[in-house]
């Protein structure tokens, strides 16, 4: 209880209301690469959030000039909490990245929903939209491999823990999970113990009690793992800043994966909560994603 408590009281200090977490750096500036691989906006027009929603794609550098039978993996980057769907390529150099691999890289809208579906919002389905119109849209709008072994899915912060979510509830769906900084811990906030913070976050599970908090706490679903369950997981590359105020929540996580043996790894680098740390992961994980795809 009072190492919940210290996290809520150091989340709260960190993590200002009303400020973005996608602002501060001075070590990493945001350029426009005009020979690099483009992105273009989309927009689906979904029936379970009754609204357009806009995505960004960075497609392969080879991917209008190659045969229209050449298939392409997909890797999906969520963004992390006020952030939205242009971070990735606005804050990082992802296109520049992408020259070197062969992926369509897909860039959802996640708003503030914790890629979760409402109990407060019924238009607020960011899971099922994901998972139910936007992967088919991409499927069938892009020339993808649709299949398990070449759709991975990434993401920082309120990201991260969107990503690992997906990879335990649809190991079906993905090969490979990462999580940059993730906020694992997010089912056990509430505006009791995280403020302004958990009131958001109350709109989205519920009471701290709910059935929607212990369904979506990837806490509780890795630890009633059993061992079949674990055979079909995706692999789950993790990694946090050791001057992160998620490190620990991080750690506590990776604990929880060691015993249940799932196939995992967890990389600490010296770093804080921000865009040059998730720049450099960005960079990491579009390469492990090459190199296990190679195997």
């Not at 977490?21 to 273009?40: I, R, W």
């Not at 009471?207 to 009633?224: H, L, Q, Y």
Request: hydrophobic content about 40%; aromatic content about 14%.
């Amino acid at each position: 209880m009072k190492k919940i408590l210290f996290f809520a009281v150091v989340f709260i200090l960190c993590w200002v209301p009303g400020v973005s977490q996608t602002v501060p750096t001075s070590t990493v500036t945001t350029k426009v690469f005009p020979e690099f691989s483009p992105f273009a906006t989309f927009q689906l027009d979904s029936k379970l959030m009754e609204r357009k929603m806009p995505y960004r794609v960075v497609l392969p550098p080879n991917y209008n000039n190659s045969n229209e039978t050449v298939h392409f993996p997909v890797v999906y980057l969520l963004h992390g909490l006020t952030g939205h769907y242009t971070n990735w390529t606005d804050k990082t150099q992802l296109a520049e990245y992408a020259l070197i691999h062969k992926f369509i890289i897909v860039m959802p809208e996640g708003d503030n929903g914790w890629y979760t579906d409402s109990v407060a919002m019924p238009t607020d389905k960011y899971e099922s939209y994901i998972v139910k119109e936007l992967i088919p849209e991409i499927d069938g709008k892009f020339r993808t491999v649709a299949e398990r072994e070449h759709r991975m899915i990434a993401g920082l912060s309120m990201g991260g823990y969107g990503a690992v979510k997906f990879g335990l509830k649809y190991p079906e769906m993905f090969s490979l999970v990462g999580s940059f900084s993730g906020a694992l811990g997010a089912t056990s906030f509430t505006a009791a113990n995280a403020g302004a913070i958990g009131k958001g976050i109350d709109a989205v599970y519920g009471p701290a009690d709910s059935e929607t908090r212990k369904a979506n706490d990837v806490f509780k679903i890795a630890r009633e793992l059993s061992p079949q369950n674990v055979k079909s997981l995706p692999f789950i590359y993790q990694s946090c800043g050791t001057e992160d105020f998620l490190f620990t929540n991080n750690r506590d996580f990776d604990a929880v994966l060691i015993e249940k043996k799932v196939p995992h790894e967890f990389r600490e680098h010296p770093g804080i909560h921000d865009w040059v740390f998730w720049n450099d992961q960005v960079r990491e994980f579009l390469d492990v994603a090459e190199r296990r795809l190679k195997k």
